[in-house]
């Protein structure tokens, strides 16, 4: 006969106790390395998550570069200038100059400038002009005295004036008479006619003195 087992001997039923009591603390041990874990990795994403302060705390801030120092002022030198040296040469001035009543002292004599010679020179304007002895009133009178209506003119009925130039010289004559503005009809060569028989005239001034001028006359033939 076999012999019966005591229930405190039975293996079996504590093996079983055994191995729950092992399931539990392994659990326990997984769990307290899973916990681990996410305590470290959370530690971490808050690290990782943290406000980045360190911009604020590297940044540097402008500074403005000083301006570069100012050359140097260069002072004057001043050179020291010698005294001027002594002339050794002795200049002998001789002022023992005996005057007498005889001596003769030259006198300075200051030559004026010569004119420029205007004998040839004709003048087209001039300080007193050139006129018919009497003035205008007795040329009028000298005219109407002295000129001739040519016949061909008053037959034709021409009426006009004509303008002559001519030159007064110094002496009043009068020269080189040109017709520079004609009538036709034998007028012009009436009044140049006239023109020449007229007395000398008073010569024109420049200065106060008698010049060559030229001058513009003009004879005014009208039929009454």
């Given at each position: 006969?076999?012999?019966?087992?005591?229930?405190?001997?039975?293996?079996?039923?504590?093996?079983?106790?055994?191995?729950?009591?092992?399931?539990?603390?392994?659990?326990?041990?997984?769990?307290?390395?899973?916990?681990?874990?996410?305590?470290?990795?959370?530690?971490?994403?808050?690290?990782?998550?943290?406000?980045d302060d360190f911009e604020e705390?590297?940044?540097?801030?402008?500074?403005?570069?000083?301006?570069?120092?100012?050359?140097?002022?260069?002072?004057?030198?001043?050179?020291?200038?010698?005294?001027?040296?002594?002339?050794?040469?002795?200049?002998?001035?001789?002022?023992?100059?005996?005057?007498?009543?005889?001596?003769?002292?030259?006198?300075?004599?200051?030559?004026?400038?010569?004119?420029?010679?205007?004998?040839?020179?004709?003048?087209?304007?001039?300080?007193?002009?050139?006129?018919?002895?009497?003035?205008?009133?007795?040329?009028?009178?000298?005219?109407?005295?002295?000129?001739?209506?040519?016949?061909?003119?008053?037959?034709?009925?021409?009426?006009?004036?004509?303008?002559?130039?001519?030159?007064?010289?110094?002496?009043?004559?009068?020269?080189?008479?040109?017709?520079?503005?004609?009538?036709?009809?034998?007028?012009?060569?009436?009044?140049?006619?006239?023109?020449?028989?007229?007395?000398?005239?008073?010569?024109?001034?420049?200065?106060?003195?008698?010049?060559?001028?030229?001058?513009?006359?003009?004879?005014?033939?009208?039929?009454?």
């Open positions: 006969m076999e012999a019966k087992k005591t229930p405190q001997a039975d293996v079996n039923k504590k093996s079983t106790m055994f191995i729950m009591v092992g399931l539990i603390v392994s659990l326990g041990i997984t769990l307290m390395a899973f916990e681990y874990k996410q305590y470290d990795e959370g530690e971490l994403m808050d690290l990782g998550m943290a406000d705390l590297t940044e540097i801030p402008p500074t403005e570069q000083p301006p570069p120092p100012p050359p140097p002022v260069k002072q004057p030198q001043i050179i020291e200038i010698p005294d001027e040296e002594e002339i050794e040469e002795e200049i002998e001035i001789d002022l023992d100059v005996e005057i007498t009543e005889e001596t003769e002292v030259e006198e300075i004599v200051f030559e004026e400038e010569p004119e420029e010679e205007e004998a040839d020179k004709v003048f087209l304007v001039v300080e007193e002009d050139a006129a018919f002895p009497g003035g205008q009133g007795e040329w009028n009178k000298f005219l109407r005295k002295n000129l001739k209506y040519p016949r061909q003119a008053k037959r034709m009925g021409i009426e006009g004036n004509v303008y002559l130039s001519f030159i007064v010289d110094r002496t009043g004559s009068i020269s080189d008479i040109q017709v520079i503005r004609e009538v036709g009809g034998g007028c012009d060569e009436e009044a140049v006619r006239v023109l020449k028989a007229s007395p000398k005239w008073t010569p024109g001034k420049q200065r106060g003195k008698a010049v060559i001028q030229r001058m513009t006359l003009r004879i005014v033939f009208r039929l009454k």
